[in-house]
C-alpha cells in the first residue's frame, strides 16, 4: 500500500524558512510525478509547487515563485519544498502528493491528477 508521510511544518515568523519532506513507501518514487499542495484555512486546496520525475521540470504557483523551491531525491523516496521568506498568507495544511504513472518529462498541476496523498502538515507564519 502507498504512503506518503510528509514532515517539517511548524510555527514560524514571517521572513524564516522551513523546510517540509515526503517520504513515498509502497511504490517505484523515480517514476513518480510528486506535487505540493496547499489548503489556507476556509480556502480550497492549491496547487503550490509539481515536478517531473525525468529531468526534474518544475512549476510554481505565482504567490510562491523565487521564494520555494520544489526537489526530489529518488534515492531516498523523498520530496522536499524548501520555503524562504515566508508570509502569514503561507499559512495553511500543506500536502505532498503522487501520481501513479505518467509521462515522465511532464508535471501536472490539477489535483485530480493525483491518486496519493499524505495526511499534511501544519505550517503556520505569525506577523
Known amino acids: 500500500q502507498v504512503q506518503l508521510v510528509e514532515s517539517g511544518g511548524g510555527l514560524v515568523q514571517a521572513g524564516a524558512s522551513l523546510k517540509l519532506s515526503c517520504v513515498v513507501s509502497?511504490?517505484?518514487?523515480?517514476?513518480?510525478?510528486m506535487a505540493w499542495f496547499r489548503q489556507p484555512p476556509g480556502k480550497e486546496r492549491e496547487l503550490v509547487a509539481a515536478?517531473?520525475?525525468?529531468?526534474?521540470?518544475?512549476t510554481y504557483a505565482d504567490s510562491v515563485k523565487g521564494r520555494f523551491t520544489i526537489s526530489r531525491r529518488d534515492a531516498k523516496n523523498t520530496l522536499y519544498l524548501q520555503m524562504n521568506r515566508l508570509k502569514p498568507d503561507d499559512t495553511a495544511v500543506y500536502y505532498c502528493?503522487?501520481?501513479?504513472?505518467?509521462?515522465?518529462?511532464?508535471?501536472?498541476?490539477?489535483?485530480?491528477?493525483?491518486?496519493?496523498w499524505g495526511q499534511g502538515t501544519q505550517v503556520s507564519v505569525s506577523s
Open positions: 502528493a503522487a501520481r501513479d504513472g505518467g509521462d515522465g518529462n511532464t508535471y501536472y498541476t490539477a489535483s485530480s491528477s493525483y491518486d496519493y
Open positions: 509502497g511504490r517505484s518514487f523515480s517514476n513518480t510525478p
Open positions: 515536478i517531473s520525475y525525468i529531468g526534474g521540470r518544475n
